[in-house]
């Protein structure tokens, strides 16, 4: 998606150590205008898919699957990060690693929010090492839903993230994918 | 707003301790169509007063707040409850004790995007104890914004948190107030 590129090539940081700051549009602040444009690009990749239920992960997801969701006319729900009170009943669960944060995390949704008449697509902001994605495949998969794919935002198309869930059969679209990035060079797309 | 109160009433669940429970469409699964509605309504509220952000903190006021900005035309930022590795540089922080999870924590915004330049319409889920507002609105102080005023989805009114946020000047805008609950009785609004 060449407005996402474009975006990208012009208000992303490249850090060192493979960080690539977005928080001006993507994931601090939230350019609304801009998610939904992104949202009517996923509504067009996979329309025909009869998509019933989008799922994301908090927080910086949330925005731009709502943006998606009002599209396919659907509703979100949001994995959560950790158990709370207000949560009861039963859950699915999985476990994600996080390499940007260094630590490992449980997420959670409600079985009453994810049963095997929903058709899928999950949605988030990054797709790097692939953990929070397969987490939310996992899921997808223990609650017999159908999952229809996913719909990323920035894929780090570098690190083994995307090929190690497409070699799953999961149908992956990333609206920008980076082939290598640097402080130097800054970021080259595929 | 009507729709919002009736949709309480119809898929709110009230639990012993105070607890509302309506993760089946605002705070776990999201109901987009019901966000939109909301942030017209806000739109209404506070027409004329040329909002250029709106504040909100993860997760659960994300999506609200991302429906409400569409209407205004505005990026959304939101609070961030933790440092992550991602955000470097300066930062607005304030303190936020939590009734809910039963644990006190900071919240964090980047000064980049929160500047004496912004005209603020903080979105949040709820307002009970308003320490979550409290503490947003203690950002928008120090970074010298001017606060328009806090649009808020569902009020605790038998809590003291609206009432004490109102006494600081502060324009609130409750969508349902809720008077009274309790399980035996149900739920009635102000």
Chains 1, 2 share one sequence.
């Not at 994995?79 to 940007?100: C, L, M, P, Q, Y």
């Not at 260094?102 to 949605?123: A, F, M, N, P, Q």
């Amino acid at each position: 998606m060449i407005l996402l590129e474009e975006r990208v090539r012009r208000d992303g940081i490249v850090r060192e150590g493979g960080v690539l700051k977005v928080d001006s549009f993507l994931n601090h602040q939230m350019d609304i205008r801009l998610f939904e444009e992104m949202g009517k690009e996923f509504a067009r990749l996979f329309a025909g898919e009869n998509v019933n239920k989008i799922l994301t992960i908090e927080a910086s997801g949330i925005g731009i699957a709502c943006l998606a969701a009002r599209e396919f006319g659907c509703p979100v729900v949001f994995a959560k990060k950790s158990r709370t009170i207000n949560i009861a009943g039963d859950v699915w669960t999985s476990r994600v690693e996080s390499f940007t944060h260094g630590r490992t995390y449980d997420i959670i949704v409600s079985k009453d929010y994810l049963t095997e008449k929903d058709r899928v697509l999950i949605i988030d902001d990054f797709l790097a090492m692939g953990s929070a994605l397969s987490g939310l495949i996992t899921l997808v998969e223990d609650a017999s839903a159908t999952l229809v794919g996913a719909g990323i935002a920035i894929e780090k198309a570098f690190q083994p993230g995307g090929d190690m869930i497409r070699s799953r059969g999961v149908r992956v679209e990333s609206l920008a994918r980076i082939k290598s990035m640097s402080v130097e060079n800054g970021i080259e797309f595929c």
